[in-house]
Nanobody
Framework: QVQVVESGGDLVQPGGSLRLSCAAS????????MAWYRQAPGKQRELVAD???????NYADSVKGRFTISRDNAKNTVYLQMNSLKPEDTAVYYC?????????WGQGTQVTVSS
């Protein structure tokens, strides 16, 4: 059974930092590309960052220079380090594992940026 579980969401003040984690089980983690998406209320889900099997990374323009995606294949975990957070980063953050036609999503973790 495949499980993708996010954690680390919280309420943080503008300018603060958070690190999200996503642990995957039931898959050969090192074979999968991983991605973080987010969905704010009333908006479509959007790609935040992704990382290939070989750790090539890609970022949305809105988070470049502030967010960093990384992976630890030994722990079957992908991370999203978020710095200089802004109120517009408020959203539910979702993790996705994908390989070929296989795609698995987590349940999401809430990030709220507010003073």
């Amino acid at each position: 059974q495949v499980q993708v579980v996010e954690s680390g969401g919280d309420l943080v003040q503008p300018g603060g930092s958070l690190r999200l984690s996503c642990a995957a089980s039931g898959i050969t983690f090192s074979s999968y590309a991983m991605a973080w998406y987010r969905q704010a209320p009333g908006k479509q889900r959007e790609l935040v960052a992704d990382i290939s099997r070989r750790s090539t990374t890609n970022y949305a323009d809105s988070v470049k220079g502030r967010f960093t995606i990384s992976r630890d294949n030994a722990k079957n975990t992908v991370y999203l380090q978020m710095n200089s957070l802004k109120p517009e980063d408020t959203a539910v953050y979702y993790c996705k594992a994908y390989f070929s036609i296989r795609t698995y999503w987590g349940q999401g973790t809430q990030v709220t940026v507010s003073s």
